[in-house]
């Protein structure tokens, strides 16, 4: 208390009134000369006594003196945040040439979720699991925190000093080794770098790059903007060996507007997707006619369709020069189908399909495919004339292009010749990403310094003296640009957890401005000249700025090309050949190549066709695994060349005979904890070409055995008891576009009354319900990502998903029917559906598990004893019990640190050891909503509220609200005629709707 | 009245007098146990410390030391449960329902019986804390008390009715037993020579004076015990059956289950006592009052019991197939000729056919063979529990959601502790209390009673 | 011998039948105070006794309905009435779900209840200090003799003549039993030492017990009660952190969504010129304009805004708002003056929300017109 403090304001002047108060401070009655005695006879001491001696006794046993924390608030409150609301910031995310605009959730400054940036052009709103896990990144407990020299510690100046003097003195060639940048400004900088130290030469490496179709797409049309697809104006598309809809070019994009196609639930007439393709992808489950055909032959399959096309007359000769169109005469499609033994009927179909939907078709060819095959397809869409559908107002910018195996030959061999003098790794990890033939690992021992900039340790830091650590995309800024239309800024939501730098802000430092925020101005500088100053604006730059990093986003004036003509000249045969196995090298669904394989979030993510987790496998079909005499997990030793790994085996309906196909980014050696030693590095099989697939493998069986873990049983297709059971069970409800157009009820006909002897309980005010469309899910697992970083779920772990106790809340189920080699897949995403009579409340002794007056069916966690009833009663078995305390069980705590805690979402509960738990309808966001429309003082509708997994679904397939609402979406799909519940008969009443799914395919073959 | 006995059988061979019957009775009480007793003791405790350890560990890092996983929510730890409250059923039934169908050849097995029965229900009771989460929290919140979340247990739950039936059927059967204690209290306080056995058995024999004006309150009392006694035996397994019938998962929720459960119960429980007291009688030579014809009688209740659990399996499948229903259906068969079959093999063999040997009168009647029948039977009925929680759960409504069960050394240290403990618990009665009721033996003695045709 | 006080005279006799003539007999000679005891119970031992048949059965009755009722009302009480809760469905009275627990408590309360009744009302159990205790006449009967007792306070006690009885019956041996001296002589005392010592005892352990495991050995590990949530809550520690604070400022230069940044910061004039009040005054946000100038405004400024406040004479003195200057300025540097404050005026930026300030703005230029109002105001 400061000592003059006043009561009143005649205090505070010295009232006289006042300063004879204070001198007796007891009125009249009460002198200061009294004697207790003259009070009554339980004296206030007595009493006082009595009271004290009694609550000593109370207080000793009954209470806890535990320390309950002290608390630190705010000392001066920044305008825009309010403890326990979050806040929303608009940034990008870039990573590997792609870039996605995101909406940062933050709480008290710290972000705890990554969501997409609904302004975002391209992606609207969504994003990849990559996006949604890398906030663990940021948190991970072994990010670079200090620059080091040989392992010590050393500070940011000395280091930029030294680098500074190499690059101006040094007259040997300098490396600067970067992965494809998206941002004009930071290939600006590079190009400053150079333009200042002449010796500096960059090269730009990337395992997965599209330059087959970009140098393809030059051959043909002479342009350098790869145009994008409209997919959703397709009527019939055909994929070649392209996993469009999983992995290829901007997935969540191309999802999109695939679904957009798909969408017969609102009566819109859906597109027909054929898939010719090798291995088994998300684009060939999704398919309503897959083809099991080898990458070498699609060239001759290109070639057969224009064939068969000019036959029928679908397209005219007259597109042609004569050398074209004598090479596609050679070709026919029946004896394509007998070389290839395959279904004939398939082919005419597609030909047919192709002919009546003429521009209003896509072929789109795969990015490993060879430049003549891409070159072909556009010759074949350009026939058909669906040029129409390519979009190029949205089309791909990219600046600087991959550098050619050549390049990099050569740079090894400067830099064995002891002619380079520095090489800088600028985020970039060539010493796993690169072919071992380049030999580069050793080189690197040949060049005196050896700089890595990077965010966490991986192997190319541990061969370099100077590690610099760089700053998480979360603390940095930038701007990006992937596509004509748009450009996203990227913006910091909270400052540096370490002494790190971005890169760009190092490149400054070395061009000599030493400054702080250089990068901030540069940045700014940039975007002024570059961008405001291009542009029209009213506002002043200020109000741009501001606005721009409001939204993240900038929509530029992209200038329409006209549709440039193709040129036949440039027309090639491809290679055709193939002996022998086939080895099949992919991209991974989850984490790429880059630093996110050491992320537990990613890694346990289940493989969206194979449900793997924490392995990579060599897919084997049935018929092959036969003859080879493999089983599940036998290891396989595979030798192209003198290239060889051993890799387990796991059995994959629907792969090509004579193929393998096995996934990159795994056998990280210097990966950090998470990622150390996860599968098996493929890389070693990549022969420094740009290829991706060889021929010629010899695939011998070990002996061995290796325990692959996936999330779900292999249970062989041929197994007369398991077989079709999801079909016979009504779990999966499918039918065919013309069946449905022929009677729309035929899902209600097999339905029979079910009656219960009590009635149900009314719910007038609000009923949480979900439908979710399987016409638009693709099994794409964003939703679990999602989900995992919204409601801290915890990692387990390979030993324990091994034992069934991974614990996502919401799992995507994969079934098989048809025949082992031909399999029809079934996605059906499978989470608490929240039933009216759940079952699993009746049996939980404690009252664990009830239901809230708006229907859900809640968990209380802190009352369950864990009797694990409900899990056994739940039929749908979405309920997940906390065996350990995982945190702790994981890697030895590696997640279990006050650093890796701030990711988890406050306004959820972190769950201990020996509790159930599960899906709760993201009850947060709901509560959220509440408090929102009780402060506004209006009746709670729930219109606005939203689950994390919808938020994050691709293709919006699922649906979520209050189903009291008449008019509401979701109100609509309950009643819709494709709408079922999974067991429906037990009679449990579940608010999770399935809207069956819908294949495109003729009936006269279904 | 003793008109029937005349036709009965002499339950007790040869015509001890009544104070030979106190002498080889006490015998254990008073005499120092030999070499065989310790041996015996010792390796009963090693089987307890061993599941001690596990116990202690499952606690500390927590049930993920078992094999549960996720479809499998359930697996050793309830099969132990079930079966050790399934061994519980033996004693009651044979104290209290052959007490009220007056089956005089009971007396000399009955305590012994009654005092497993405690042992098995004890042991089990460990079972269903331990298998919990947070057992610290199960221990406390599944009783009705007012808290502080001012939250009640679900009254629906299965779970909670075992709560009160196990430990009704526990407090019933104890009393049960204490009761019958009291007048062998007093015959043993009025022999003792030690000072502090008088002033025990002075304490425990609550004062009585095997006075007729308190004999006859004590028979009628003993009579209504026994006849609350006897729903309540057959209420305990049947509300146990009902934590599978009542849920619905394929394979559980079936209406057999109580009937089987409670035939199965005693079926086991028959076949526990068999193999003890064929131990007890031979050590403490009862040879004369726990007689081969007593033996004779439980095998003949195991070949009953015993075709009644067949015919509830083959039922089982018959309604299953009836039903229609696909899951149910699937159920079953996958039981037969599943990844589990051998389990089921297992159990079929050894509760179905290998009984039916006890046809046989010689079987019936020879030591060995019966001690190892009855060892099967233990087996096969561990086997049936692990086949009705393990199978039906591992394989449910959704194909996606399977996967297999195998246990880990720690769910097999605590299946190997609960025997220690159940044994060691039945040693150390043997040798601290009397084995057989001395007050019933003698008065089923041959001229116990009094022979006054006058009277009628 | 004659000191002794004596209770009862007995005798032995070695076979059922014998005793069962014996006590017909005694029976006949009107004896009531009378008892026998037997190692079993002997059969038609009560008819000779000519006892009516035990009561007892009505206990169990009894208290077996007060289980059911019981049972029926806890459960109907606990979730039909004290704490309905929606539980599968079912319905909030499940009244077949009661009835296991029903039926067990009917057994547990009647079979408690009968063994009870027995014991401390009939036999007025525990009293294990009866004179026949300890005697050869109770070692005897325990075992293998059936006795017959006759106690003194008998109205026709007359010890010849029993005697006499009892050797005509052909009893074994007959021996008369005598109240034990010390038991009858016995006094309780409370204050025993011991006693008090054994309670102080218990007090003192309960208590450090109920602390020890309450406050301790419930929060060691493995016990885990989720009170430590492995998140950062508002407010919270955090040693990440400087200070420990896990609040964190947000990065310089940030916008998020909603938060425009205030452009005109140290532009004073800029801001008098550019910036447009977007409020309308009306009642209502001329209201919350009060509002918030009595709270935030006011301590310095005074609620007239005639810089007459509390504050006075403490700080150089807030200026009036009343002044030329004041009333001159455009709206906008009002505002300006709001959120980046002026001289020692601090931002308030964080406190008012757009409106707020705009209101405020407002509510000054009606204090200031109340008191130079122009001719307009008065018609």
Known sequence: ?1006 | MSSEYAQEFSVVEGKPSLRSLDEIISKPLNTKPGLKYYLALAFTLTLLSIGAVGLAASLYYGTGLWGNNNPVGWAWPIVNFVFWIGIGHAGTLISAILFLFRQKWRTGIARFAEAMTIFAVITAMIFPIMHTGRPWIAAVWLLPYPNQHSLWVNFNSPLLWDVFAVSTYFTVSFVFWYVGLIPDFATLRDRATSKIKKVIYSVTSLGWRHSNRHWQHYEMVYLILAGLATPLVLSVHTIVSFDFATSQLPGWHTTILPPYFVAGAVFSGFAMVQNVLIFVRKIFNYEHIITVDTLEKMNKIMLLTGTMVGYAYSMELFIAWYSGVNAEQFAFVNRAFGNYAWAYWIMFSCNVFIPQLFWIKKIRRSIPMMFVIAVFVNIGMWFERFVIVVTSLSRDFLPSSWAYYSPTITDISLLIGSFGLFFTMVLLFAKALPAISIAEVKAVVDGSQPTHHEEH | MSDKKLYSYTALFDTPNKIIHAVKSVAEKGYTKYDVNTPYPLHGMDDAMKLKRSKIGWVTLVFGLLGTASAVAMMGWMMTLDYPIVIGGKPFFPLPAFGPIIFELSVLFGALATVGAMLFVIFKFPNNSHPMHDTEYMKNVSSDKYGISIEAVDPKFNLDEIVALFNGLGAETTAPIYFDEEEVNYKPTILDKKFLGFLAFVAFATSVGVYGTMNIALYLPPFDWMVNQDKSSPQQTSEIFANNASMLQPVKGTVARGFIPYKFSNQPEQAGKLLVNPIIPSVENLKVGKEKFDIYCSPCHGYLAEGDSRLNGKFPNPPSLHSEKARNWSDGSLYHIIVDGQNIMPSYSSQLSKNDRWSIVNYIRVLQRSLNAKESDLL
Not at chain 1, 190 to 212: I, P, R, W
Not at chain 1, 473 to 496: D, Y
Request: hydrophobic share 35%; aromatic share 8%.
């Open chain 1, 1 to 1006: 208390m400061p000592k003059n403090i006043w009561k009143s304001i005649k205090e505070y002047e010295n009232d006289p009134e006042v300063l004879k108060a204070k001198l007796d401070e007891y009125k009249e009655g009460v002198k200061d000369n009294f004697t207790p005695d003259e009070m009554s006879s339980l004296s206030r001491r007595k009493f006082l006594a009595i009271l004290a001696a009694s609550t000593a006794y109370a207080t000793t046993a009954c209470t806890n003196y535990r320390d309950k924390g002290e608390i630190v608030p705010y000392v001066d409150r920044p305008e825009e945040i309010l403890p326990g609301k979050p806040n929303f910031y608009a940034s990008t995310f870039s990573d590997d040439g792609k870039s996605y605009g995101i909406l940062v959730k933050t709480r008290e400054g710290r972000p705890i979720k990554i969501e997409g940036n609904p302004d975002d052009p391209i992606n609207k709103g969504k994003i990849p699991s990559k996006v949604h896990a890398s906030i663990l990144n940021l948190y991970d407990p072994e990010r670079l925190t200090e620059p080091t020299l040989d392992g010590k510690e050393i500070s940011w100046e000395k280091v930029n000093k030294s680098i500074a003097n190499l690059l101006a003195s040094s007259n040997k060639e300098i490396a600067l080794i970067t992965n494809p940048i998206t941002s004009p400004a930071t290939q600006k900088l590079l190009d400053e770098l150079q333009a200042k130290y002449s010796n500096v030469k960059v090269y730009t490496t990337q395992l997965f790059s599209n330059c087959n179709r970009q140098d393809a797409w030059k051959k043909s049309y002479d342009s350098e903007v790869l145009p994008s697809i409209k997919w959703n104006k397709a009527k019939v598309i055909v994929s070649l060996e392209s996993d469009f809809l999983g992995k290829e070019g901007n997935r969540t994009e191309n999802a999109r507007l695939y679904a957009e196609g798909r969408d017969i639930v609102n009566g819109n007439d859906i597109n027909r997707l054929y898939t010719f393709e090798a291995g088994m992808s998300l684009t060939g489950m999704n398919s309503d006619y897959r083809v099991r055909l080898k990458p070498q032959k699609q060239y001759q399959l290109v070639m057969a369709l224009l064939s068969e096309l000019l036959k029928r007359g679908s397209i005219s000769s007259s597109n042609f020069d004569s050398s074209i169109l004598s090479s596609i005469r050679k070709n026919s499609i029946s004896s394509f189908a007998t070389d290839n033994n395959l279904d004939t009927k398939k082919l005419t179909t597609l030909v047919s399909d192709l002919g009546k939907n003429k521009g209003k078709t896509i072929i789109y060819a795969g990015d490993i495919l060879p430049t003549e095959t891409h070159i072909a397809v556009n010759l074949l869409n350009d026939a058909l004339g669906n040029s129409n559908l390519y979009d190029y107002s949205k089309g791909f910018v990219n600046f600087g292009s991959v550098s050619s195996p050549n390049d990099i030959k050569q740079l090894v061999a400067n830099m064995y010749a002891g002619s380079v003098g520095a090489v800088i790794h600028f985020d970039s990890n060539p010493v796993y990403e690169l072919s071992n033939s380049f030999g580069y690992a050793e080189a690197l021992t040949k060049v005196e310094t050896v700089v890595a900039l990077s965010e966490a340790v991986n192997e190319t830091t541990k061969l370099s003296s100077y590690v610099l650590p760089l700053s998480n995309i979360l603390e940095s800024w930038g701007v990006h640009q992937t596509r004509v239309g748009s450009i996203t800024l990227q913006q910091p939501v909270i400052s540096t957890l370490y002494n790190t730098k971005q890169k760009e802000e190092v490149l400054l430092n070395w061009l000599g401005n030493g400054s702080d925020d250089a990068y901030t101005k540069y940045l700014k500088s940039y975007v002024k000249e570059n961008v405001y100053n291009k542009g029209s604006n009213a506002a002043d730059f200020n109000t741009f700025w501001f606005s721009a990093l409001h939204d993240g986003v900038i929509n530029v004036s992209s200038k329409i090309n006209s549709y440039p003509n193709f040129i036949q000249s440039n027309f090639a045969n491809a290679n055709t050949s193939v002996n022998g196995f086939t080895v099949l090298l992919q991209d991974n669904y989850s984490f790429g190549l880059g630093q996110y394989a050491n992320n537990g979030w990613l890694q346990e993510l289940p493989h969206p066709v194979t449900k793997l987790t924490w392995d990579n496998c060599a897919a084997v079909s049935p018929s092959t695994a036969k003859e080879l005499g493999v089983e599940n997990d036998d290891v396989l030793k595979i030798n192209i060349g003198d290239r060889e790994i051993s890799i387990a085996a796991m059995i994959q309906p629907g792969m090509a005979n004579e193929t393998i196909a096995i996934e990159l980014g795994y056998g990280r050696s210097n990966a950090g904890t998470v990622a150390n030693n996860v599968g098996v590095n493929a890389n070693l099989l990549l022969d420094g070409s740009s290829q991706l697939y060889f021929d010629n493998a010899s695939v011998t069986k070990t002996g061995e055995t290796y325990k692959l873990v996936s999330t779900q049983e292999h249970h062989s297709l041929d197994e007369e008891l398991v077989k079709d059971l999801h079909l016979i069970r009504n779990i999966i409800q499918e039918g065919t576009a013309e069946e449905y157009a022929k009677h729309p009820e035929f899902l209600k006909e097999h339905k029979h009354e079910i009656f219960s002897i009590t009635d149900n309980h009314e719910y007038n005010d609000v009923k949480w319900s979900m439908s979710i469309d399987l016409n638009k899910c693709l099994g794409c697992s964003e939703c679990i990502t999602s989900c995992n970083v919204e409601n801290n779920i915890p990692v387990v772990g390979k030993d324990q998903v091994e034992v069934g106790r991974e614990m996502h809340w919401l799992r995507l189920d994969r079934y098989y029917s048809g025949t082992p080699d031909e399999p029809i897949v079934s996605v059906q995403p499978m989470l608490c559906q929240h039933c009216d009579n759940a079952p699993c409340e009746n049996v939980c002794p404690v009252n664990a598990t009830n239901h809230s007056p708006d229907g859900l069916n809640q968990m209380v966690y802190n009352r369950c004893v864990g009797t694990r009833y409900c899990a056994n009663n739940c039929p749908y078995k979405v309920r997940r019990f906390n065996f350990y305390d995982f945190r702790d069980h994981f890697r030895d705590e590696y997640y279990q640190n006050e650093l890796t805690y701030l990711v988890n979402n406050p306004e959820v509960t972190v769950r201990s050891r020996g509790v159930i738990e599960k899906c709760t309808f993201c009850v947060q966001n709901i509560m959220e909503g509440r408090e929102l429309a009780i402060k506004e003082d209006e009746e709670f509708t729930g219109k606005d509220v939203t689950t994390s997994c919808q938020t994050a679904c691709p293709t919006n397939a699922i649906e979520f609200g209050n189903s009291n609402i008449p008019e509401s979406t979701i109100a609509k799909n309950r009643e819709h005629n494709l709408s079922y519940h999974v067991l429906e008969e037990l009679n449990i009443i579940p608010n999770v709707t399935y809207l069956a799914k819908i294949r495109n395919t003729h009936s006269e073959d279904v």
